[in-house]
């Protein structure tokens, strides 16, 4: 896996996701960093392509998760843009997602949450727009959130 991936098309950003996931086991959780229209959902898209989900994938503000059944398990979509804190996250039971090791977990807007409450299986990508705002990203593959992994 690469540290930073450039793209310069939504169907770029979805081809990086998708090398990104199959570096990836069930039990993992990527948590997607950046503003709005950055690019979060796109790469849950191609993600879940990968997979072999056909299934649209959008983003789930009103539902906050959505689940996605696949030959590997499930894929769950997060996205905690409505939740107000790690308690408001912890009274919907996000715990159960983030640690089912059956399933991959994509957290939109992750920093809603205390970092401490990741897995140590966590992978963080940062996406920012490049010098062209309209089309670039820079998704950058950050350190684990978790504490046990920080130096
Ligand atoms: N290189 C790129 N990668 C991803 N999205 C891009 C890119 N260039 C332009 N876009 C556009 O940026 C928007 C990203 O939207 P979305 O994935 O919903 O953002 P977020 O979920 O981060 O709010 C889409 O309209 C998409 O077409
Ligand atoms: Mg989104």
Request: hydrophobic share 35%; proline share 6%.
């Amino acid at each position: 896996m690469k540290k930073q991936y450039i793209t310069h098309s939504p169907e770029e950003t979805e081809q990086a996701a998708k090398e990104i996931a199959s570096e990836l086991s069930p039990g993992w959780v990527v948590a997607l960093y950046g503003d709005l229209g950055a690019g979060k959902t796109v790469f849950s898209r191609g993600f879940a392509r990968a997979l072999n989900i056909t299934e649209p994938v959008s983003s789930p503000t009103f539902t906050i998760v959505q689940e996605y059944p696949c030959e590997k398990g499930v894929l769950y979509h997060l996205d905690l843009y409505r939740i107000d804190d790690t308690d408001a996250a912890l009274a919907f039971g996000v715990d159960e997602f983030l640690y089912d090791k059956n399933a991959y977990a994509l957290v939109e807007w992750p920093e809603r949450l205390d970092k401490g409450l990741f897995p140590k299986n966590t992978l963080c990508i940062r996406i920012e727009r490049g010098r062209d705002a309209e089309n670039e990203r820079i998704l950058s593959i950050e350190d684990t959130p978790s504490p046990e992994k920080k130096k």
